[in-house]
T-cell receptor, first 114, second 116 residues
Framework: GNSVTQMEGPVTLSEEAFLTINCTYT??????LFWYVQYPGEGLQLLLK?????DKGSNKGFEATYRKETTSFHLEKGSVQVSDSAVYFC?????????????FGAGTQVVVTP | EAQVTQNPRYLITVTGKKLTVTCSQN?????MSWYRQDPGLGLRQIYY???????DKGDVPEGYKVSRKEKRNFPLILESPSPNQTSLYFC???????????????FGPGTRLLVL
């Protein structure tokens, strides 16, 4: 079946450091890929998405590229801020055999210290 | 304001006492979905609905029921709750383009359920 694997946290960084969160997936066909962010006590918000191979999603300084050959969608940000402290979820949907299903990774907590 | 609302936000109940968590969206979205969030497991999809009267199972449907009689509402029903259903529940909605690309989901604020 379809699945998403992302690196475990927590990831602790100093302000202005470079952030990478790895995400790999297993899916049939060509899924849409997403990164969602959850701030403390809130629901999830879409951070960025990519709908086909080699697409790059970007938002708020975050970027991720849909790599079909490595089945990956790693999230990166060049210079993190304290306000980026949150839990980040990689997710996929729209695979060949599961039109309305979503699969999420386990989430990666990111803690940015001043 | 475009939003997904859930009620109640917090609920403590006892094993076997039927409960309903409501979800409503004001964005005229066709697609709605329920998830549960548990530590170390991320979000797991319970049920989803592509449109009115069209529902289907996600990855963890056991012990839950849903209905979609109106476009804006998608209640989650636990007919006989058990302690293993203690969790944080999220409702979400999106457009359903019908094409190959999934539209962005908008999430509600969550319902924290404790089953004793």
């Amino acid at each position: 079946g379809n699945s998403v694997t992302q690196m475990e946290g927590p990831v602790t960084l100093s302000e202005e450091a470079f952030l990478t969160i790895n995400c790999t997936y297993t899916a049939t066909g060509y899924p849409s890929l997403f990164w969602y962010v959850q701030y403390p006590g809130e629901g999830l918000q879409l951070l960025l998405k990519a709908t086909k191979a080699d697409d790059k999603g970007s938002n708020k300084g975050f970027e991720a590229t849909y790599r079909k050959e490595t089945t990956s969608f790693h999230l990166e940000k060049g210079s993190v801020q304290v306000s980026d402290s949150a839990v980040y979820f990689c997710a996929l949907s729209r695979t060949t055999d599961s039109w309305g299903k979503f699969q999420f990774g386990a989430g990666t907590q990111v803690v940015v210290t001043p | 304001e475009a939003q997904v609302t859930q009620n109640p936000r917090y609920l403590i109940t006892v094993t076997g006492k039927k409960l309903t968590v409501t979800c409503s969206q004001n964005m005229n979205h066709e697609y709605m979905s329920w998830y549960r969030q548990d530590p170390g497991l991320g979000l797991r999809q319970i049920y989803y609905s592509m449109n009115v009267e069209v529902t289907d199972k996600g990855d963890v449907p056991e012990g839950y029921k849903v209905s979609r009689k109106e476009k804006r509402n998608f209640p989650l029903i636990l007919e006989s709750p058990s302690p293993n259903q203690t969790s944080l529940y999220f409702c979400a909605s999106s457009l359903a383009s019908g094409g190959p690309y999934q539209e962005t989901q908008y999430f509600g604020p969550g319902t924290r359920l404790l089953v004793l």
